[in-house]
Structures are given as structure tokens and as C-alpha cells.
């Protein structure tokens, strides 16, 4: 508990010290600001016209006023059509923050407080350690330090598991720090706190974001709903690339995690929601948010690693949270689908200064080089770091971190596999579920997932095969093993990209 105490502690101290630089501060000098927004729409030109990302959309809200907005390049290769300040983006985790500030919202209702137990809330959610099911917070899942393991949950989401199923098998997977001693980033751990807060109000998620946020904001854009941002006329479609072009290949759809990736929106609704943060809970003269647990949502819960500088950087509830440029309280987070977005909010807190950038391509930085660089040029002047140098390197090394290449190329010595009723039959895993090997008339295929979705098997080496991985956290072809007993029949199949946490391996089924 020292260790915890330890956290808030700094976290008043720099509040604190935040607190008494900003009552110092000047202005920010018009020009230098001007200047700023003048950089961030050649930048935002430049990324267009270099094919970084399809279409952009910026506005930056400064005090209670929208100072710049505009749209950049195309919502959809395939028609052409602009982007514009009305065009509905997928936010991708950008829905984190805006979720922490409903939360917010109902604290100041007094609905709940971001220290109630989810054990109170929804007695049928649970971990693997019973002690931790009893005690975890809405605190700890919106800072991620429940034990959870690195994104928990998402490979069943994307196998076809929907949100009820994905937070119950949460309990079978092993914590991969104790509690409340590590941070890992959790997009159900982060929707369980959300259903859970949600209870207390008799309404689901989706509709609690729309009565308690949206429209008290006039964000008649935005929803946590996909078929919402389906029936938008104005929406911008998420592009990867194929043969090194940007293309429409699938939307993502994210509903089981709505409250962690699931909000759309345009970056004209979007003000709306920076304007209240940068006036602590006020918007157009009314209380929407109460401050305090606003506040509270703003200030650093968990060290998350260290800026270039060597600099720590925070994880407060539902935001990234810093202290750069001359000690100013900044808050701020990205999201991105592999699918096809990228989006950054960055926000000064104490010059009430913030900028929000939306594109709609599989995420390469650019959203969070363009975030960067004008809130540096607008506050101090001058970039701290080359950011598209920065960015680039990072989301470059994530991609090849997320893909596997040790079955790409079958061995030249491959040895033949056993006969496939070897194989065939049905194979369980607690978290994972049932999976079944069927033979097909090219050969075995594997079904996955509650809709038992076929994927072709294709012959390795001996009882090694492989298949192409799907989804939102593809990771390339994939290694499938069988071990045989001593009669030449399969007991298990270990799935190398199932085996995070060390749970790739599904026992034949009796």
C-alpha cells in the first residue's frame, strides 16, 4: 500500500507545483499561437500530400473558443469524397478519456465514486484471484493496474465473442503483475468499469453516454453505437494498406468494447467536450461535469515509462497524463485501429489550450506528430523532438512487434503429418472456449469462436500447421501443433497466437 501512496502523493506535489507555475504565467503570445496553428495546417497538408494517411480532420479549442477547424483529403479512396469538420471519425481509445469524463459526471451525480468496488456494482464480474475480484475499483481498471494482463480480452473479441462472454472469461487468465503493483493497458478491463458504473443509472453504456454527456454538449454526432456511425451519410471509412496503396478493406467493428474504442465522432462535436474539460466542467455557463472527480480523472495513478528526455510519463484515469513545457498539466491520449485509424487529443490544461486530430488509416503516427508538435510551437515556441521522427520509429516498431514469422516458410526437410482423424475432434480451453478440427474437402480446417468461423489448415511440418490470423490484432500466419499420444491420436493443439499468459494450449475433449 506504501508503494500506492507513494503515486498520489507525487501526484499532489505535481499539481501542486503545476498549480503555482500557471497563476505565474503570462498569456500565450499571439503570435507564437498563430504561428502554431499556421505549422499544424502545413502539416496536416504535407501528411496528405506525402500518403501518410488518407484524410484528417483538426480543430484546436483555446479558452471557450474554436480557433481553428478544417478538414484534409479524402473520407473514402474509393469515392473520393472530403473530409470536413463534420465528418464522423472512429475514435478508437480516444473513447477512454470520454468515458472517464462520464464517469466523472455520475460521481458529481452521486451515482457512485471512482473508489467503488466492482464487487458492489456487478457481483458477477470476477478475476482469478478471488481477493482481487473482492476489491478492485473503478480507479484501478480506469488506470490499469488490476494484474490484467497487456490488452486482455481482445483476441476473443476478435474470434466472435461479444462483450457479456469477453468479461466472464476474464477470470481464467493469470495476472500478469500483482494488484495494483503494475501497469497494463486493459480495453475490458476498462469496459468493465464502465458497465459497472453504468448499473448504478438502470441504463446501458451506450445510452447512459448519450442522456449524461452528449446531448448536454449538443454532440449530435456522436455515438458509442456502431450501427450509429454505420447510418452517418458523412462518415470516414477506415483504410489500410494493400500492395502499398491505402484501400477499404473491413470496418472495425467494436461494439463489445464501446467504452474503450468504441465512440465516433466529428471533430466539431469534439470541441464541445474539450471546451468542458478546459473550463472545469462548464459548458455555455452550466455545471454539466462537477470539477472534483474531473480533476481527479487529470491527475498521474501509474508511471507508464519515460519521455526521450528521460522524463516519467503518467497513466491517470482514462488519460495520459504529464508535466512538460515548463511544468504545464497536460492531459492527453490516442487511439488507433489496425483497421484503419489514428487519433490523438492533447490538451494544456492550464493555458486551457487544446488541439484534437483525426485520421481514418491504419495508425503510423501521425495524429500524435501533428498533436505534439503544435502544442509545443504553440506553448514554448519550438518542438521539444523531432515528433514524426519519434512517432514514426514507435508505431513501426509496434507493427513488427504484433506480427510472428516462425512459420512463414515451412522447413525444406518438412516431414509428412499423421492421417487426419489424428486431428480431428473437439479441443477445449477455459478462456479461449471450445475450438473443433473438421476434416474438408481441401484438407482439415479449424473452428473458432461461438460462430464456429472455418479456418483452413495448411500443412507445415509433421503435426505443425498453420493458418492466417484475423481481426483487429492479426498477427500473420500462425503456428497450430498437435500433440499425439501413444496411439497416434492428438490429445491437444497448442495455437501460437492464442498463447499469450501462456493459455495457447486446448486439451482434446472427453
Excluded at 506525402?50 to 483529403?73: M, R, S
Excluded at 456494482?121 to 473482492?134: D, R, S, Y
Aim: no cysteine; proline share 5%.
Amino acid at each position: 500500500m506504501r508503494r500506492h501512496f507513494g503515486y498520489g502523493l507525487l501526484a499532489l506535489v505535481l499539481l501542486s507545483t503545476a498549480v503555482a507555475v500557471a497563476a505565474e504565467r503570462d498569456p500565450l503570445p499571439p503570435a507564437q499561437l498563430q504561428k502554431a496553428l499556421d505549422t499544424l495546417a502545413a502539416g496536416a497538408r504535407h501528411a496528405i500530400a506525402n500518403d501518410q494517411t488518407p484524410g484528417i480532420a483538426i480543430a484546436v479549442v483555446h479558452g471557450d473558443e474554436v480557433i481553428f477547424a478544417e478538414g484534409f483529403g479524402t473520407r473514402d479512396v474509393t469515392t473520393g469524397e472530403p473530409v470536413d469538420i463534420d465528418t464522423v471519425f472512429q475514435l478508437a481509445s480516444l473513447s477512454k478519456p470520454i468515458g472517464s469524463t462520464l464517469i466523472s459526471g455520475l460521481i458529481g451525480d452521486g451515482k457512485l465514486t471512482w473508489d467503488e468496488r466492482l464487487s458492489d456494482l456487478t457481483p458477477g464480474f470476477a478475476l482469478q484471484e478471488p481477493w482481487v475480484t473482492n476489491q478492485v475499483t473503478i480507479r484501478d481498471l480506469y488506470s490499469h493496474r488490476s494484474g490484467l494482463p497487456d490488452h486482455a480480452g481482445d483476441l476473443l473479441e476478435d474470434y466472435g465473442y461479444d462483450r457479456e462472454e469477453v468479461l466472464h472469461r476474464l477470470r481464467f487468465l493469470p495476472p500478469q503483475t500483482s494488484f495494483r503493483s503494475g501497469y497494463a493497458y486493459t480495453n475490458f478491463g476498462i469496459t468493465a468499469a464502465a458497465v459497472a458504473a453504468a448499473s448504478t443509472t438502470g441504463m446501458d453504456w451506450e445510452t447512459l453516454s448519450e442522456e449524461r454527456l452528449y446531448k448536454p454538449l449538443g454532440m449530435t454526432s456522436t455515438s458509442s453505437r456502431y450501427a450509429d456511425f454505420m447510418a452517418e451519410a458523412n462518415r470516414a471509412v477506415g483504410h489500410v494498406r494493400v500492395d502499398g496503396k491505402w484501400a477499404f478493406v473491413e470496418q472495425r467493428q467494436p461494439d463489445p468494447q464501446s467504452p474503450a474504442g468504441g465512440v465516433t465522432s466529428s471533430v466539431n462535436d469534439l470541441t464541445k467536450w474539450v471546451r468542458l474539460l478546459v473550463n472545469d466542467g462548464k459548458f455555455e455557463g452550466e455545471q454539466v461535469i462537477a470539477t472534483e472527480p474531473l480533476d481527479a480523472a487529470h491527475l498521474p495513478m501509474m508511471i507508464t515509462g519515460y519521455a526521450p528526455n528521460g522524463t516519467p510519463s503518467f497513466y491517470g484515469l482514462g488519460w495520459n497524463v504529464g508535466y512538460a513545457g515548463d511544468a504545464r498539466h497536460s492531459i492527453s491520449h490516442s487511439g488507433a485501429f489496425a483497421m484503419g485509424a489514428g487519433t490523438t487529443v492533447n490538451i494544456s490544461l492550464d493555458d486551457k489550450l487544446g488541439v484534437i486530430v483525426l485520421t481514418n488509416g491504419a495508425p503510423v503516427g501521425v495524429s500524435e506528430s501533428l498533436a505534439n508538435e503544435f502544442m509545443d510551437n504553440a506553448v514554448i515556441g519550438a518542438p521539444r523532438y523531432p515528433w514524426h521522427e519519434v512517432f514514426t520509429g514507435i508505431f513501426a516498431q509496434m507493427a513488427e512487434e504484433g506480427i510472428t514469422h516462425n512459420f512463414d516458410t515451412p522447413p525444406a526437410d518438412a516431414g509428412p503429418a499423421a492421417a487426419e482423424a489424428a486431428y480431428v475432434g473437439s479441443y477445449v480451453n477455459d478462456f479461449y472456449g471450445p475450438i473443433e478440427v473438421v476434416a474438408g474437402a481441401n484438407g482439415l480446417n479449424l473452428l473458432i469462436g461461438p460462430n464456429r468461423r472455418p479456418f483452413e489448415l495448411g500443412h507445415f511440418d509433421r503435426d505443425t500447421f498453420t493458418f492466417q490470423t484475423i481481426g483487429e490484432n492479426a498477427s500473420g500466419i500462425t503456428g497450430v501443433t498437435f500433440a499425439l499420444d501413444g496411439e497416434g491420436k492428438a490429445r491437444s493443439v497448442w495455437i501460437e497466437a492464442f498463447d499469450h499468459s501462456g493459455l495457447g494450449t486446448f486439451a482434446r475433449a472427453q
